[in-house]
Structure formats: structure tokens, C-alpha cells
């Protein structure tokens, strides 16, 4: 089966190696790798290097990232036989213009990712989730208790009820409604009053407990549009690290142009022929801007254009 990675943040290219992580000497042995490398992430940014093709991720030997942080280190996977890490610098003052100066720059995670290859941006939205998921799940859900990472990070334990937890990630979908009544089919954008002007994309929201894909998505566009689904497409999925969600990227039939917007979650909706979608992620449409490149909302969009739905 070939995977096709077309969204940001999916297609990382390691080897997790998921049947190996959980013994301890392995991950000893791998860290003592001369070949050993790890990322470095400060304030949820990745250290990022120029290269003559572009910004890369800058490497660090592990020895020198230990030597830099001592304590916060997660096992990241293999790049071929090569062990790669992740280690996380703490505090509010920026490492590249102190301990790390003269090795590139920390730059914003989504910024980082509009600019960086594929596999480097899935690398880095890795370890900002796992560092994110570490920061927020320190203590036992269950007793209370401060629990221990294991794992090489993909894991805690609680010392004292023996409780394990996961990484955690909110699974959401976003979807393009699609009606097809009339002279020609109009997909529906919305807009959240705290965008950035002209900005409308895709509906979207979390899925509730019990509930299934297709299931959120009729409620969110039942919801925010007062639309009823008649068909749900799965189109592809993205990993967002903000901090930790995954997007499940759908087009859905509904059986009716007469959207309202909730005026809770959305303030404004617009129904766009193809050629009007397509003026506006040409970036031409006189009031409608895309969302930007790197979110699926977009890839979305483009699909539908393109007749890939």
C-alpha cells in the first residue's frame, strides 16, 4: 500500500520503532548511538537552520543536546538506522541568542511548517505534540499522583496506583458542504468573528464520545449552518499540533442552500461556485481570503476545485 502524505504535519519519515521503545536499555543504547542526532524545540518552535534549498530543521548531536538539556528528551524514531530525539528547552529566554547561538533560529511552528520540507514540518509537529501532551498530563488522571515518563516519551506511568496513560490527540472533523441544486453545485464557507478579515474556510469541530465521523459532522453542520447531511466523503486526515488534534478533512452533501450561520461559532457563511472558490485561492476574490496553505481546510478546497471529491 503506497501512502501519499498531502497535507502539513503527516508524512513523517522515522521508523517510530513502536515494538522497541518500551525497553528501557534499547532506548539507553540508542541514545549512546555515536549516530544519535535530536531537534531542538524552545516555547513550542523548532530550532531551524538556513540551507542553500531552504530552512531545514538544524540537528544536534545527542551528546550536545544533553549537554544543553539534561532532563527533557523524547525518543523521536529512526531514520533508517540513525536513532533521532527531541529535546525540549525550558524558560523564557531564547536559547539561539544564548547557549544555542549561532545555530539557526527558533521559529514559529506555523511558520516553520509553510516553509519547511514535509517530513522535517511532520517531525517537529511530532515532538511539539508530545511535549505539549507531557506538559499537560503530569499528574495520574486516576490517584493524583505525579507520574513518570517512559517510553522514550510516549508514555506515563503512575508510580503509585501502576495507571498508564497515552499521548493524547482530539480528533476533529472539518468538512465542505457541498449543495448541488440548482444551475451548478456551491461548496459553503464559514467565518469566526476572531479571524483575520476576509478570512472563511471549511466548517469544523470536535467529535463528542459516542459519536461517529459522519455523525459529528452532520451535528457541526446541522449546528453552525442549520444544514441537514444527506452523504459524508472522506477526503484525507492531518495531524495538528496545536497542540494536539487530528483533522479528518470530509466533503458532505446537504440537502439545502439555506444556511444560517449560528452566530456563535460562525458570524458569516457564503455559498462559492468553483470558479468563485477558485478566484479566491488565486487570492483574486474581491472579499473572501483562503485559509493559509498549510491547513487542510485548504487542501480541501483545492480538491473540490480540482473535481477530486
Not at 555515536?34 to 524545540?41: G, L, N, R
Not at 499521548?167 to 458542504?177: E, G, N, Y
Amino acid at each position: 500500500m503506497t501512502l501519499t502524505a498531502v497535507n502539513t504535519f503527516a508524512g513523517n519519515p522515522l521508523d517510530r520503532a513502536g515494538d522497541l521503545r518500551s525497553d528501557p536499555d534499547w532506548l539507553a543504547e540508542r541514545a549512546a548511538d555515536p549516530e544519535a542526532v535530536a531537534m531542538v524545540i524552545w516555547d513550542g518552535r523548532p530550532l531551524v537552520e538556513d540551507h542553500a534549498d531552504g530552512p531545514r530543521l538544524r540537528w544536534l548531536s545527542m551528546a550536545h543536546a544533553r549537554a544543553v538539556v539534561p532532563d527533557r528528551e523524547l525518543f523521536l524514531g529512526l531514520w533508517k538506522d540513525a536513532p533521532c530525539f527531541a529535546v525540549e528547552v525550558e524558560g523564557g529566554n531564547d536559547p539561539a541568542a544564548g547557549v544555542l547561538a549561532g545555530l539557526g533560529v527558533f521559529m514559529d511552528m506555523r511558520e516553520a511548517a509553510g516553509v519547511l520540507p514535509g517530513g522535517d514540518a511532520a517531525m517537529a509537529g511530532t515532538a511539539r505534540s508530545l511535549f505539549e501532551w507531557r506538559r499537560r498530563h503530569g499528574f495520574c488522571a486516576s490517584c493524583g499522583q505525579e507520574s513518570t515518563t517512559i517510553c522514550g516519551g510516549w508514555k506515563r506511568v503512575c508510580p503509585a496506583c501502576r495507571t498508564e496513560h497515552f499521548p493524547r490527540f482530539d480528533p476533529v472533523t472539518i468538512m465542505l458542504a457541498i449543495h448541488r441544486g440548482g444551475t451548478e453545485p456551491r461548496c459553503l464557507l464559514g467565518r469566526q468573528a476572531a479571524w483575520p478579515e476576509g478570512r472563511m474556510s471549511a466548517l469544523a469541530g470536535f467529535l463528542e464520545p459516542g459519536e461517529s465521523i459522519e455523525e459529528g459532522c452532520a451535528r457541526e453542520i446541522r449546528e453552525e449552518a442549520g444544514l441537514t447531511v444527506t452523504a459524508v466523503r472522506y477526503h484525507s486526515s492531518q495531524p495538528w499540533p496545536f497542540p494536539s488534534q487530528l483533522m479528518i478533512g470530509l466533503f458532505a452533501d446537504v440537502d439545502s442552500d439555506d444556511a444560517r450561520p449560528d452566530q456563535t461559532e460562525l458570524e458569516a457563511v457564503a455559498w462559492l461556485t468553483r470558479a468563485e472558490l477558485t478566484s479566491v485561492l488565486a487570492g483574486t476574490h474581491p472579499t473572501i481570503k483562503a485559509p493559509p496553505p498549510i491547513a487542510i481546510a485548504r487542501t480541501l478546497m483545492q480538491a473540490w476545485v480540482d473535481g477530486a471529491e
